[in-house]
Protein backbone atom coordinates (compact mmCIF):
# COMPACT_ATOMS: atom_id res chain seq x y z
CA UNK A 1 0.00 0.00 0.00
CA UNK A 2 1.23 3.34 -1.44
CA UNK A 3 2.47 5.33 2.05
CA UNK A 4 -0.39 8.47 0.51
CA UNK A 5 -3.28 5.88 -0.30
CA UNK A 6 -2.42 4.56 3.33
CA UNK A 7 -2.18 7.94 5.02
CA UNK A 8 -5.37 8.68 3.29
CA UNK A 9 -7.10 5.70 4.96
CA UNK A 10 -5.60 6.26 7.86
CA UNK A 11 -7.15 10.10 8.22
CA UNK A 12 -10.29 8.39 7.22
CA UNK A 13 -10.48 6.15 9.83
CA UNK A 14 -9.99 9.00 12.60
CA UNK A 15 -12.26 11.17 11.07
CA UNK A 16 -15.08 8.00 12.06
CA UNK A 17 -14.20 7.07 15.66
CA UNK A 18 -11.48 9.82 16.64
CA UNK A 19 -7.69 10.07 16.50
CA UNK A 20 -7.44 8.53 20.06
CA UNK A 21 -9.29 5.16 18.66
CA UNK A 22 -6.73 4.39 16.02
CA UNK A 23 -3.75 2.98 17.18
CA UNK A 24 -0.35 2.86 15.12
CA UNK A 25 2.65 3.26 17.23
CA UNK A 26 3.88 1.64 20.76
CA UNK A 27 3.27 -1.42 22.11
CA UNK A 28 0.30 -3.17 20.33
CA UNK A 29 1.56 -6.72 21.30
CA UNK A 30 -2.46 -7.06 23.12
CA UNK A 31 -4.34 -7.00 19.59
CA UNK A 32 -1.15 -8.35 17.18
CA UNK A 33 -0.49 -11.40 19.47
CA UNK A 34 -2.23 -14.95 19.52
CA UNK A 35 -3.01 -15.66 22.96
CA UNK A 36 -0.91 -18.94 22.63
CA UNK A 37 1.99 -17.00 21.56
CA UNK A 38 2.76 -18.45 18.49
CA UNK A 39 2.78 -15.63 16.23
CA UNK A 40 3.03 -11.97 16.13
CA UNK A 41 1.53 -10.01 13.28
CA UNK A 42 1.97 -6.27 12.22
CA UNK A 43 -1.08 -3.89 11.43
CA UNK A 44 -1.77 -1.01 9.92
CA UNK A 45 -4.15 0.01 12.42
CA UNK A 46 -5.79 -1.00 15.64
CA UNK A 47 -9.25 0.55 15.52
CA UNK A 48 -12.05 0.87 18.62
CA UNK A 49 -15.24 1.90 16.96
CA UNK A 50 -18.22 2.35 19.61
CA UNK A 51 -21.12 1.70 17.92
CA UNK A 52 -22.61 0.10 14.95
CA UNK A 53 -22.75 2.69 12.87
CA UNK A 54 -19.17 3.33 13.45
CA UNK A 55 -18.26 -0.07 13.02
CA UNK A 56 -19.90 0.00 9.10
CA UNK A 57 -17.84 3.17 8.33
CA UNK A 58 -15.04 1.94 9.32
CA UNK A 59 -15.71 -1.34 6.89
CA UNK A 60 -16.87 1.31 4.31
CA UNK A 61 -13.47 3.02 4.37
CA UNK A 62 -11.33 0.23 4.19
CA UNK A 63 -13.18 -1.35 1.51
CA UNK A 64 -13.05 1.52 -0.47
CA UNK A 65 -8.99 1.68 -0.03
CA UNK A 66 -9.07 -2.47 -0.64
CA UNK A 67 -7.80 -3.09 2.99
CA UNK A 68 -8.79 -6.38 4.54
CA UNK A 69 -10.48 -6.32 7.85
CA UNK A 70 -9.32 -8.34 11.28
CA UNK A 71 -12.30 -8.36 13.25
CA UNK A 72 -11.16 -9.14 17.54
CA UNK A 73 -12.73 -9.76 20.75
CA UNK A 74 -11.05 -10.77 23.78
CA UNK A 75 -8.22 -12.09 20.91
CA UNK A 76 -8.03 -15.11 23.51
CA UNK A 77 -8.76 -17.57 20.44
CA UNK A 78 -6.13 -20.71 20.11
CA UNK A 79 -5.89 -21.39 16.16
CA UNK A 80 -4.31 -17.89 15.50
CA UNK A 81 -7.50 -16.31 14.04
CA UNK A 82 -8.40 -12.58 15.13
CA UNK A 83 -4.33 -11.60 14.67
CA UNK A 84 -3.18 -9.94 11.71
CA UNK A 85 -1.23 -11.48 9.59
CA UNK A 86 2.74 -10.18 9.23
CA UNK A 87 2.22 -7.77 6.41
CA UNK A 88 1.77 -4.56 7.83
CA UNK A 89 -1.85 -4.08 5.44
CA UNK A 90 -4.49 -5.69 7.64
CA UNK A 91 -6.74 -3.57 10.18
CA UNK A 92 -7.39 -4.89 13.30
CA UNK A 93 -11.39 -3.86 14.18
CA UNK A 94 -11.63 -4.45 17.86
CA UNK A 95 -14.76 -4.27 19.25
CA UNK A 96 -13.58 -3.98 22.72
CA UNK A 97 -15.38 -0.75 23.26
CA UNK A 98 -18.73 -2.19 22.48
CA UNK A 99 -20.02 -3.63 25.69
CA UNK A 100 -23.04 -2.23 26.29
CA UNK A 101 -26.07 -4.76 27.63
CA UNK A 102 -28.85 -3.19 25.29
CA UNK A 103 -31.98 -4.86 27.01
CA UNK A 104 -32.68 -7.91 29.13
CA UNK A 105 -36.46 -9.42 28.04
CA UNK A 106 -37.88 -10.74 31.47
CA UNK A 107 -40.97 -12.10 29.88
CA UNK A 108 -39.39 -13.34 26.46
CA UNK A 109 -36.47 -14.97 28.82
CA UNK A 110 -33.97 -13.22 26.60
CA UNK A 111 -30.85 -10.60 26.44
CA UNK A 112 -29.63 -8.31 23.64
CA UNK A 113 -25.54 -7.54 23.80
CA UNK A 114 -22.91 -5.96 22.05
CA UNK A 115 -20.06 -7.81 20.51
CA UNK A 116 -17.68 -6.56 22.94
CA UNK A 117 -19.28 -7.66 26.37
CA UNK A 118 -17.29 -9.81 28.12
CA UNK A 119 -18.67 -13.19 28.67
CA UNK A 120 -18.18 -12.83 32.49
CA UNK A 121 -19.78 -9.33 32.75
CA UNK A 122 -22.64 -10.74 30.64
CA UNK A 123 -23.17 -13.66 33.18
CA UNK A 124 -23.31 -11.42 36.45
CA UNK A 125 -25.41 -9.28 34.93
CA UNK A 126 -27.96 -12.13 34.32
CA UNK A 127 -27.79 -13.73 37.46
CA UNK A 128 -28.23 -10.07 38.94
CA UNK A 129 -31.95 -10.34 37.37
CA UNK A 130 -32.89 -13.13 38.51
CA UNK A 131 -31.46 -15.20 35.14
CA UNK A 132 -29.02 -17.79 33.99
CA UNK A 133 -26.84 -17.44 30.73
CA UNK A 134 -25.36 -20.72 30.53
CA UNK A 135 -22.02 -20.33 28.75
CA UNK A 136 -18.87 -21.23 30.43
CA UNK A 137 -15.34 -21.29 29.65
CA UNK A 138 -11.81 -20.81 31.65
CA UNK A 139 -11.42 -17.42 29.53
CA UNK A 140 -14.52 -16.11 30.47
CA UNK A 141 -13.21 -13.33 32.20
CA UNK A 142 -11.42 -12.35 28.88
CA UNK A 143 -13.58 -13.91 25.96
CA UNK A 144 -16.44 -11.90 24.36
CA UNK A 145 -19.61 -12.35 23.18
CA UNK A 146 -17.85 -11.71 19.86
CA UNK A 147 -15.55 -13.64 20.16
CA UNK A 148 -17.73 -16.59 21.31
CA UNK A 149 -20.37 -16.05 18.57
CA UNK A 150 -17.79 -16.13 15.79
CA UNK A 151 -16.00 -19.47 17.42
CA UNK A 152 -19.54 -20.96 18.04
CA UNK A 153 -17.69 -21.62 21.42
CA UNK A 154 -18.48 -24.46 23.74
CA UNK A 155 -17.70 -24.60 27.57
CA UNK A 156 -18.51 -26.77 30.10
CA UNK A 157 -22.46 -27.05 29.92
CA UNK A 158 -23.12 -27.86 26.54
CA UNK A 159 -24.02 -31.06 27.22
CA UNK A 160 -27.50 -29.49 28.78
CA UNK A 161 -27.63 -26.08 27.17
CA UNK A 162 -25.62 -26.47 23.96
CA UNK A 163 -22.94 -24.32 22.04
CA UNK A 164 -23.19 -20.73 21.46
CA UNK A 165 -24.98 -21.06 18.51
CA UNK A 166 -27.93 -22.84 20.16
CA UNK A 167 -28.07 -20.05 22.71
CA UNK A 168 -28.66 -17.35 19.68
CA UNK A 169 -31.64 -16.16 18.64
CA UNK A 170 -30.72 -13.17 16.65
CA UNK A 171 -27.35 -11.50 15.39
CA UNK A 172 -27.02 -7.61 13.92
CA UNK A 173 -23.92 -8.09 11.54
CA UNK A 174 -22.13 -5.76 9.66
CA UNK A 175 -21.71 -6.74 6.10
CA UNK A 176 -18.43 -6.80 3.93
CA UNK A 177 -19.82 -3.99 2.28
CA UNK A 178 -20.82 -2.18 5.14
CA UNK A 179 -24.08 -2.82 5.23
CA UNK A 180 -26.19 -3.60 8.66
CA UNK A 181 -28.19 -6.46 8.93
CA UNK A 182 -30.24 -6.32 12.24
CA UNK A 183 -31.78 -9.46 12.95
CA UNK A 184 -32.07 -9.00 16.90
CA UNK A 185 -35.88 -9.69 16.90
CA UNK A 186 -35.52 -12.63 19.90
CA UNK A 187 -38.17 -14.36 17.79
CA UNK A 188 -37.93 -18.62 18.67
CA UNK A 189 -40.07 -19.16 15.50
CA UNK A 190 -39.34 -17.44 12.06
CA UNK A 191 -40.00 -19.47 9.18
CA UNK A 192 -38.98 -16.76 6.32
CA UNK A 193 -36.66 -18.66 4.43
CA UNK A 194 -32.92 -19.14 5.11
CA UNK A 195 -31.83 -18.65 8.71
CA UNK A 196 -28.75 -15.99 8.09
CA UNK A 197 -27.68 -16.01 11.57
CA UNK A 198 -26.17 -19.34 11.13
CA UNK A 199 -23.72 -18.74 8.43
CA UNK A 200 -22.65 -15.98 10.74
CA UNK A 201 -21.90 -17.87 13.93
CA UNK A 202 -18.81 -20.19 13.30
CA UNK A 203 -17.94 -18.20 10.32
CA UNK A 204 -14.84 -16.68 12.80
CA UNK A 205 -14.96 -13.03 11.03
CA UNK A 206 -14.52 -14.25 7.49
CA UNK A 207 -18.60 -13.30 6.61
CA UNK A 208 -18.90 -10.63 8.35
CA UNK A 209 -18.84 -8.18 11.67
CA UNK A 210 -20.94 -9.83 14.41
CA UNK A 211 -21.80 -6.26 16.58
CA UNK A 212 -24.94 -7.53 18.86
CA UNK A 213 -26.95 -10.56 19.43
CA UNK A 214 -30.05 -11.91 21.02
CA UNK A 215 -29.35 -14.56 23.47
CA UNK A 216 -31.17 -17.05 25.12
CA UNK A 217 -31.69 -16.61 29.08
CA UNK A 218 -32.94 -19.34 31.52
CA UNK A 219 -34.56 -19.65 34.88
CA UNK A 220 -31.59 -19.35 37.40
CA UNK A 221 -31.51 -23.20 39.57
CA UNK A 222 -32.62 -23.05 42.94
CA UNK A 223 -29.34 -25.31 43.91
CA UNK A 224 -26.10 -26.40 41.60
CA UNK A 225 -24.40 -29.37 42.62
CA UNK A 226 -21.05 -30.27 42.14
CA UNK A 227 -18.96 -33.73 42.93
CA UNK A 228 -15.87 -34.85 42.15
CA UNK A 229 -15.24 -38.46 41.42
CA UNK A 230 -11.73 -41.07 40.82
CA UNK A 231 -12.35 -43.73 38.35
CA UNK A 232 -10.25 -46.40 37.14
CA UNK A 233 -10.29 -45.83 32.80
CA UNK A 234 -12.19 -44.02 30.41
CA UNK A 235 -14.94 -46.59 29.64
CA UNK A 236 -15.72 -46.50 33.68
CA UNK A 237 -16.24 -42.43 32.76
CA UNK A 238 -18.98 -43.17 29.80
CA UNK A 239 -20.12 -45.57 31.82
CA UNK A 240 -20.37 -42.68 35.06
CA UNK A 241 -21.80 -40.73 31.98
CA UNK A 242 -24.44 -43.30 31.51
CA UNK A 243 -25.66 -43.68 34.86
CA UNK A 244 -25.50 -39.86 35.14
CA UNK A 245 -28.55 -39.48 32.50
CA UNK A 246 -30.30 -42.10 34.05
CA UNK A 247 -30.58 -40.55 37.42
CA UNK A 248 -30.36 -36.92 36.86
CA UNK A 249 -31.62 -36.66 33.41
CA UNK A 250 -31.69 -33.11 32.19
CA UNK A 251 -30.16 -31.83 35.47
CA UNK A 252 -26.84 -33.04 34.44
CA UNK A 253 -25.31 -29.91 33.17
CA UNK A 254 -21.78 -30.95 33.55
CA UNK A 255 -19.18 -33.45 32.95
CA UNK A 256 -15.65 -33.05 32.89
CA UNK A 257 -13.03 -35.61 32.04
CA UNK A 258 -9.29 -34.96 33.50
CA UNK A 259 -6.49 -37.61 33.00
CA UNK A 260 -3.80 -38.41 35.66
CA UNK A 261 -1.20 -36.25 34.04
CA UNK A 262 -3.21 -33.39 33.34
CA UNK A 263 -4.26 -33.24 36.88
CA UNK A 264 -0.37 -33.70 38.10
CA UNK A 265 0.30 -30.18 35.64
CA UNK A 266 -1.93 -28.75 38.24
CA UNK A 267 -0.60 -29.74 41.46
CA UNK A 268 3.25 -29.47 40.10
CA UNK A 269 2.27 -25.86 39.08
CA UNK A 270 -0.68 -24.71 41.50
CA UNK A 271 0.61 -26.63 44.45
CA UNK A 272 -1.81 -24.53 46.50
CA UNK A 273 -4.81 -26.24 45.05
CA UNK A 274 -5.97 -29.31 46.78
CA UNK A 275 -6.48 -31.95 43.93
CA UNK A 276 -8.56 -34.53 45.43
CA UNK A 277 -7.60 -38.46 44.86
CA UNK A 278 -3.87 -38.17 43.87
CA UNK A 279 -3.38 -41.61 43.49
CA UNK A 280 -3.32 -43.68 40.55
CA UNK A 281 -6.05 -43.62 39.34
CA UNK A 282 -6.39 -43.18 35.63
CA UNK A 283 -8.72 -40.60 35.15
CA UNK A 284 -11.20 -38.25 37.46
CA UNK A 285 -14.64 -36.28 36.79
CA UNK A 286 -15.76 -33.48 37.61
CA UNK A 287 -19.70 -33.27 37.34
CA UNK A 288 -22.73 -30.43 37.81
CA UNK A 289 -26.38 -31.15 38.69
CA UNK A 290 -28.86 -28.02 38.49
CA UNK A 291 -31.68 -28.40 40.39
CA UNK A 292 -34.90 -26.81 40.31
CA UNK A 293 -35.91 -27.90 43.45
CA UNK A 294 -34.02 -27.41 46.17
CA UNK A 295 -30.18 -27.73 47.36
CA UNK A 296 -31.35 -31.33 49.13
CA UNK A 297 -32.99 -32.75 47.05
CA UNK A 298 -29.68 -32.14 44.38
CA UNK A 299 -27.73 -33.33 46.71
CA UNK A 300 -29.89 -36.59 46.84
CA UNK A 301 -29.84 -36.84 43.58
CA UNK A 302 -26.30 -36.67 43.18
CA UNK A 303 -25.50 -38.78 45.95
CA UNK A 304 -27.80 -41.88 44.65
CA UNK A 305 -25.96 -41.49 41.26
CA UNK A 306 -22.24 -41.91 43.06
CA UNK A 307 -23.91 -44.28 45.33
CA UNK A 308 -24.94 -46.82 42.48
CA UNK A 309 -21.70 -45.94 40.50
CA UNK A 310 -19.78 -47.49 43.55
CA UNK A 311 -21.54 -50.34 43.39
CA UNK A 312 -21.17 -51.15 39.86
CA UNK A 313 -17.38 -50.37 40.34
CA UNK A 314 -16.84 -47.03 37.77
CA UNK A 315 -16.08 -44.85 40.17
CA UNK A 316 -13.20 -45.97 42.84
CA UNK A 317 -13.90 -42.68 44.93
CA UNK A 318 -15.99 -39.83 45.09
CA UNK A 319 -16.98 -36.33 47.05
CA UNK A 320 -19.67 -34.31 46.94
CA UNK A 321 -18.94 -30.35 47.82
CA UNK A 322 -20.54 -28.89 50.54
CA UNK A 323 -20.36 -25.28 50.19
CA UNK A 324 -20.18 -23.42 46.97
CA UNK A 325 -16.52 -22.35 47.75
CA UNK A 326 -15.67 -25.99 47.63
CA UNK A 327 -17.33 -26.27 44.33
CA UNK A 328 -16.10 -23.36 42.94
CA UNK A 329 -12.64 -24.91 43.76
CA UNK A 330 -13.48 -28.18 42.09
CA UNK A 331 -14.32 -26.27 39.21
CA UNK A 332 -11.09 -24.34 39.23
CA UNK A 333 -8.83 -27.50 38.86
CA UNK A 334 -10.69 -28.43 35.80
CA UNK A 335 -9.91 -24.94 34.37
CA UNK A 336 -6.36 -24.86 35.74
CA UNK A 337 -5.30 -27.84 33.50
CA UNK A 338 -4.43 -25.49 29.96
CA UNK A 339 -2.70 -22.64 32.75
CA UNK A 340 -0.96 -26.09 33.86
CA UNK A 341 -0.04 -26.96 30.78
CA UNK A 342 1.36 -23.47 29.48
CA UNK A 343 3.52 -23.63 32.25
CA UNK A 344 4.84 -27.16 31.79
CA UNK A 345 6.30 -25.53 28.32
CA UNK A 346 4.90 -25.45 24.14
CA UNK A 347 2.64 -28.20 23.43
CA UNK A 348 0.71 -29.61 20.86
CA UNK A 349 -2.98 -28.93 21.33
CA UNK A 350 -6.16 -30.61 19.50
CA UNK A 351 -9.46 -30.20 20.14
CA UNK A 352 -11.56 -33.34 18.36
CA UNK A 353 -15.29 -34.72 18.85
CA UNK A 354 -15.93 -38.20 18.84
CA UNK A 355 -18.81 -40.21 19.83
CA UNK A 356 -18.81 -40.68 23.61
CA UNK A 357 -19.20 -44.47 22.54
CA UNK A 358 -16.02 -44.79 20.95
CA UNK A 359 -13.81 -42.26 22.94
CA UNK A 360 -12.10 -44.83 24.98
CA UNK A 361 -11.80 -46.85 21.95
CA UNK A 362 -9.89 -44.01 20.22
CA UNK A 363 -7.96 -42.73 23.06
CA UNK A 364 -6.47 -46.41 24.01
CA UNK A 365 -5.50 -46.77 20.22
CA UNK A 366 -4.15 -43.21 19.51
CA UNK A 367 -1.96 -42.81 22.93
CA UNK A 368 -0.39 -46.29 21.42
CA UNK A 369 0.25 -45.44 18.37
CA UNK A 370 1.59 -42.10 19.40
CA UNK A 371 3.81 -43.59 21.93
CA UNK A 372 5.36 -45.81 19.24
CA UNK A 373 6.35 -43.06 17.01
CA UNK A 374 7.29 -40.43 19.55
CA UNK A 375 8.52 -42.21 22.29
CA UNK A 376 8.20 -40.21 25.79
CA UNK A 377 5.64 -37.61 24.83
CA UNK A 378 3.53 -37.45 27.59
CA UNK A 379 -0.68 -37.13 26.75
CA UNK A 380 -2.53 -34.14 28.59
CA UNK A 381 -5.72 -35.90 28.12
CA UNK A 382 -9.07 -33.59 29.70
CA UNK A 383 -12.49 -32.24 28.12
CA UNK A 384 -16.26 -32.13 27.85
CA UNK A 385 -16.47 -36.02 27.94
CA UNK A 386 -20.50 -35.08 28.49
CA UNK A 387 -20.59 -33.99 24.80
CA UNK A 388 -18.00 -35.83 23.10
CA UNK A 389 -15.39 -33.14 22.64
CA UNK A 390 -11.51 -33.67 24.20
CA UNK A 391 -8.59 -31.80 24.52
CA UNK A 392 -6.24 -34.32 23.41
CA UNK A 393 -2.66 -32.25 24.17
CA UNK A 394 0.71 -33.87 23.88
CA UNK A 395 3.55 -32.26 26.12
CA UNK A 396 6.91 -32.98 24.89
CA UNK A 397 9.10 -35.63 26.69
CA UNK A 398 10.23 -35.22 30.32
CA UNK A 399 13.32 -32.37 29.75
CA UNK A 400 13.29 -32.39 25.95
CA UNK A 401 13.28 -29.48 24.27
CA UNK A 402 9.84 -27.82 23.84
CA UNK A 403 10.32 -25.88 21.32
CA UNK A 404 12.40 -28.26 18.42
CA UNK A 405 9.56 -30.97 19.81
CA UNK A 406 6.81 -28.53 18.54
CA UNK A 407 8.95 -27.72 15.46
CA UNK A 408 9.58 -31.09 14.62
CA UNK A 409 7.15 -33.14 15.72
CA UNK A 410 3.80 -31.06 15.45
CA UNK A 411 3.19 -31.94 11.61
CA UNK A 412 3.88 -35.46 11.94
CA UNK A 413 1.56 -35.94 15.15
CA UNK A 414 -1.07 -33.93 14.16
CA UNK A 415 -0.98 -36.23 10.63
CA UNK A 416 -1.67 -39.20 13.28
CA UNK A 417 -3.93 -37.55 15.46
CA UNK A 418 -6.32 -36.22 12.54
CA UNK A 419 -5.99 -39.75 10.39
CA UNK A 420 -7.51 -41.19 13.79
CA UNK A 421 -9.99 -38.95 14.11
CA UNK A 422 -11.14 -39.85 10.42
CA UNK A 423 -11.25 -43.47 11.30
CA UNK A 424 -13.29 -42.93 14.14
CA UNK A 425 -15.28 -40.62 11.97
CA UNK A 426 -14.68 -37.17 14.19
CA UNK A 427 -14.06 -33.89 13.70
CA UNK A 428 -10.61 -31.96 14.05
CA UNK A 429 -11.76 -29.04 15.79
CA UNK A 430 -15.18 -29.31 18.03
CA UNK A 431 -14.93 -25.62 19.79
CA UNK A 432 -12.08 -24.01 18.84
CA UNK A 433 -12.29 -23.41 14.89
CA UNK A 434 -10.22 -23.35 12.02
CA UNK A 435 -8.22 -19.76 12.32
CA UNK A 436 -4.83 -20.19 10.16
CA UNK A 437 -3.28 -22.97 12.23
CA UNK A 438 -5.87 -25.52 10.99
CA UNK A 439 -6.71 -24.27 7.60
CA UNK A 440 -4.50 -26.67 5.73
CA UNK A 441 -6.22 -29.26 7.68
CA UNK A 442 -9.60 -28.70 7.37
CA UNK A 443 -8.86 -29.07 3.00
CA UNK A 444 -7.82 -32.43 3.85
CA UNK A 445 -10.02 -33.70 5.98
CA UNK A 446 -13.52 -31.93 4.90
CA UNK A 447 -15.17 -33.27 1.97
CA UNK A 448 -14.71 -31.55 -1.37
CA UNK A 449 -18.60 -31.12 -1.63
CA UNK A 450 -18.56 -29.16 1.82
CA UNK A 451 -15.51 -27.24 0.86
CA UNK A 452 -17.24 -26.26 -2.21
CA UNK A 453 -20.02 -25.33 -0.46
CA UNK A 454 -17.96 -23.29 2.35
CA UNK A 455 -16.26 -20.97 -0.66
CA UNK A 456 -19.26 -20.83 -2.44
CA UNK A 457 -20.83 -18.82 0.43
CA UNK A 458 -17.46 -16.49 1.15
CA UNK A 459 -17.53 -15.46 -2.15
CA UNK A 460 -21.26 -14.55 -2.11
CA UNK A 461 -20.78 -12.89 0.95
CA UNK A 462 -17.34 -10.93 1.13
CA UNK A 463 -16.14 -11.59 -2.91
CA UNK A 464 -13.40 -9.50 -2.41
CA UNK A 465 -11.91 -11.27 0.17
CA UNK A 466 -11.48 -8.23 2.77
CA UNK A 467 -12.76 -9.95 5.79
CA UNK A 468 -10.36 -11.99 7.92
CA UNK A 469 -8.65 -13.31 4.69
CA UNK A 470 -6.53 -16.28 5.25
CA UNK A 471 -8.78 -17.77 7.53
CA UNK A 472 -10.67 -21.00 7.51
CA UNK A 473 -10.67 -21.01 4.13
CA UNK A 474 -8.03 -20.98 1.03
CA UNK A 475 -9.26 -18.39 -1.00
CA UNK A 476 -7.96 -16.01 -3.62
CA UNK A 477 -10.34 -12.79 -3.87
CA UNK A 478 -11.74 -11.51 -7.50
CA UNK A 479 -10.59 -8.80 -8.88
CA UNK A 480 -11.22 -5.77 -7.03
CA UNK A 481 -14.33 -3.47 -8.98
CA UNK A 482 -14.15 -0.69 -6.55
CA UNK A 483 -13.43 2.36 -8.38
CA UNK A 484 -9.59 3.85 -7.53
CA UNK A 485 -8.77 0.62 -5.62
Not at 131 to 150: H, I, K, Q, R
Not at 214 to 242: E, I, N, R, W
Amino acid sequence: MNPSKKQGLLQALRAIVGADQVLTEGDLSAWELDWRKRERGQALAVVRPANTEEVALVVQACASADVSIVPQGGNTGMVVGSTPDASGTQVVLSLSRMKRIRQLDAANLTVTVEAGCLLQTLQEACAAAGFLYPLSMASEGSCTVGGNLGTNAGGTQVLRYGNTRELCLGLEVVTATGEVWNGLSGLRKDNTGYDLRHLFIGSEGTLGVITAATLKLFPMPKAMVTAYASLPSLDAAVQLLGLAHQHLSSGLTGFEVMGSFALSLVRKHFPQQHVPFAGDDAFCVVLELSDHDCEAHGRALLESLLEAALQSGCVVDAVVAQTQAQAQALWHIRESIPLAQAQEGLNIKHDISIAVSRIPDFVRETDAAIQGAFPGARMVNYGHLGDGNLHYNVQAPEGADAEAFLREQEKPLNALVYAQVDRFNGSISAEHGIGSLKREKLAEHKSPVALGLMRAIKLALDPHNHMNPGRVLALEPLPSKIPGA
